[in-house]
T-cell receptor, first 114, second 113 residues
Framework: EPEVTQTPSHQVTQMGQEVILRCVPI?????FYWYRQILGQKVEFLVS????????KSEIFDDQFSVERPDGSNFTLKIRSTKLEDSAMYFC????????????FGPGTRLTVT | AQSVTQLDSHVSVSEGTPVLLRCNYS??????LFWYVQHPNKGLQLLLK??????LVKGINGFEAEFKKSETSFHLTKPSAHMSDAAEYFC???????????FGAGTRLFVKA
């Protein structure tokens, strides 16, 4: 069964460094999403992406965040200058139709900022 | 604006007894509603979804949910809990007008032997 994959599974970085989290969505899906879950808190929507542009973003998704689909398979989340409070689990998701359809989630990348 | 309220942060049941996880929502549009489950150190798995078809939705692992528009509720039920059901459950709403998805705070289900 096709699945969403994410790399790395765990990333440790120092405050102020840039990180890129990578996702490979399901191949025929058209809509892509990033979420984060701070330890012990709920899953928060960050951004959705369709047709090579951001379709929706939350207030969390400020100028330090960016997303890109650099080729036909990868979908990346970049954090330019990490802060301690960026430490969280980051989930990528994809769906074939838009948000009304079920989203398939990757296993997540745990980002630890020290 | 959309919002989701999961009424219980923790629910504890005995194995073999019914499960009820409560969810209320608000949405400006006709919503799509989902329940996802997250086992420890795992990703999110879809249990079931409502997208304006039948109001009683059957999902995987014996779970069901009923969409009640008058009560703006989408409670998750299972007739008989199993130890493997112990996990965190998220009620999720997305509206037909956009691409944004809102998660509830989650309900942790404990199942006692």
């Amino acid at each position: 069964e096709p699945e969403v994959t994410q790399t790395p599974s765990h990333q440790v970085t120092q405050m102020g460094q840039e990180v890129i989290l990578r996702c490979v969505p399901i191949s025929n899906h058209l809509y892509f999403y990033w979420y984060r879950q701070i330890l012990g808190q709920k899953v928060e929507f960050l951004v959705s992406f369709y047709n090579n542009e951001i379709s929706e973003k939350s207030e969390i998704f400020d100028d330090q965040f960016s997303v890109e689909r650099p080729d036909g398979s990868n979908f990346t989340l970049k954090i330019r200058s990490t802060k301690l409070e960026d430490s969280a689990m980051y989930f990528c998701a994809s769906s074939f139709v838009r948000a009304q359809d079920e989203q398939y989630f990757g296993p997540g990348t745990r980002l630890t900022v020290t | 604006a959309q919002s989701v309220t999961q009424l219980d942060s923790h629910v504890s049941v005995s194995e073999g007894t019914p499960v009820l996880l409560r969810c209320n929502y608000s949405s400006s549009y006709s919503p799509s509603l989902f329940w996802y489950v997250q086992h420890p150190n795992k990703g999110l798995q879809l249990l079931l979804k409502y997208t304006s078809a039948a109001t009683l939705v059957k999902g995987i692992n014996g779970f069901e949910a009923e969409f009640k528009k008058s009560e703006t509720s989408f409670h998750l039920t299972k007739p008989s809990a199993h130890m493997s059901d112990a996990a965190e459950y998220f009620c999720v709403v997305s509206d037909s007008g956009g691409f944004k998805t809102i998660f509830g705070a989650g309900t942790r289900l404990f199942v006692k032997a």
